[in-house]
């Protein structure tokens, strides 16, 4: 069987799962009557919603603490929400805390490619309270979104915050949504022999692919310091290293392989930073609310946050690296037929 190969220079696999923009303390907050929070939603796919499930923080004990939570369309005169729910459920709010809301909604099909709005709204009189909406911290990872909106006193506007996408819709299967986010979690710097990094397994039925490129997101960087990414093998044999500086400003670590690397389908990797000389820059790492929607995003490729002490490897399944890898080949064995193939012109939302 011949084997295929495709060169590709712009495929990106984020190690999160989600982007790696940071944002600050930003969210849309429902405080008077009649009032609610709008996320424009386009699908990418023809798909059910049965659940709709949302990020929130109780600021002031919400009464009445019931709310409206559905898809809306869009009005094709103002933009906004065009006050009709075209599938809906009731959401009982706590009296404090953050956490995620799982709204269960009448199963209905939104259609690829046309514009909903996905609208969370309070009691028309009477109310009072306060509830963010797609809440943000400092330090999240978060995918961007756009046209939300603000509702108040029965009238929508564009929202002056920036929403954190801690929104998503379920079809009993998978997750959909205008943005995926994980908390942050705690920075590390290792010494010596200790090592932090990530797994890579890509699901043994896609091709195999050549590794050339790492990104990863630092905090702090060591002036001084020398550093080395290292990709490894399962039992831990070295098998490329990129050796690295402390001597910029960036808070990307970017390193280039000597040579691709082939990433055989199947196979488990470590992809490891440590010290060569000094002190390695503190690693952002990022905390998978949960499994399923890690599982879901990632479509079986498991990148999973990982240490060593210089004698054993130490995985955190609920944790991964901020950061992404760059591959700039794809290989697989043609089963017959002639061999034809195509380069697309843009692999990744980065090139426009």
């Known amino acids: 069987m011949a084997t295929i190969n495709v060169p590709t220079s712009k495929l990106l696999l984020p190690l999160d799962g989600f982007t790696t923009a940071n944002f600050g303390g930003a969210s849309g907050s429902i405080t008077g009557s009649n009032g609610g929070v709008a996320v424009y939603y386009v699908p990418q796919v023809t798909h059910n919603v049965t659940t709709i499930v949302f990020q929130y923080t109780i600021n002031t004990a919400p009464s009445p603490n019931t709310f409206d939570v559905g898809i809306q369309g869009v009005n094709t005169t103002t933009g906004f929400p065009d006050g009709t729910f075209i599938t809906s459920g009731t959401w009982t709010a706590p009296a404090s805390g953050s956490s995620f809301a799982t709204i269960t909604v009448t199963t209905t099909s939104l259609t690829k490619g046309t514009a909903y709005y996905i609208v969370i709204r309070n009691a028309v009189s009477g109310y009072t309270g306060s509830v963010s909406i ?12 756009r ?33 995926l986010q994980s908390t942050s979690g705690s920075e590390t710097a290792v010494t010596g022999v200790n090592e932090i990094g990530t797994t890579l397994t890509l699901p043994a039925n896609t091709p195999d692919m050549s590794l050339y490129g790492v990104c990863l997101y630092a905090v702090t960087i060591n002036a001084g310091s020398l550093y080395d990414i290292i990709l490894k093998n399962s039992a831990g044999t070295t098998l490329a290293t990129i050796t690295l500086d402390g001597d910029h400003n960036q808070n990307y670590i970017y390193g280039i392989f000597p040579s691709s690397q082939t990433i055989t389908a199947g196979s488990k990797y470590y992809i490891m930073m440590k010290a060569n000389t000094g002190t390695t820059p503190l690693i952002r790492t990022a905390v998978n609310f949960s499994g399923a929607l890690m599982t879901d995003v990632r479509n079986g490729v498991v990148m999973n946050k990982v240490t060593y002490n210089g004698t054993t490897y130490t995985e955190t399944t609920a944790s991964t690296l901020q950061g992404y890898l760059l591959f700039n080949n794809i290989a697989y064995t043609q089963t017959g037929g002639a061999s034809v193939y195509s380069i697309p012109a843009s692999f990744n939302q980065l090139d426009g």
Request: hydrophobic residues 30%; positive net charge.
């Open 134 to 145: 797609f809440n943000n911290v400092n330090n999240t990872t978060t995918g961007k979104t």
């Open 147 to 179: 046209g939300a909106h603000q509702r108040a006193s029965g009238v929508w506007a564009a929202a002056s915050v920036r929403p954190g996408g801690g929104i998503w819709l379920y079809d009993g299967t998978k997750y959909y949504g205008t943005g």
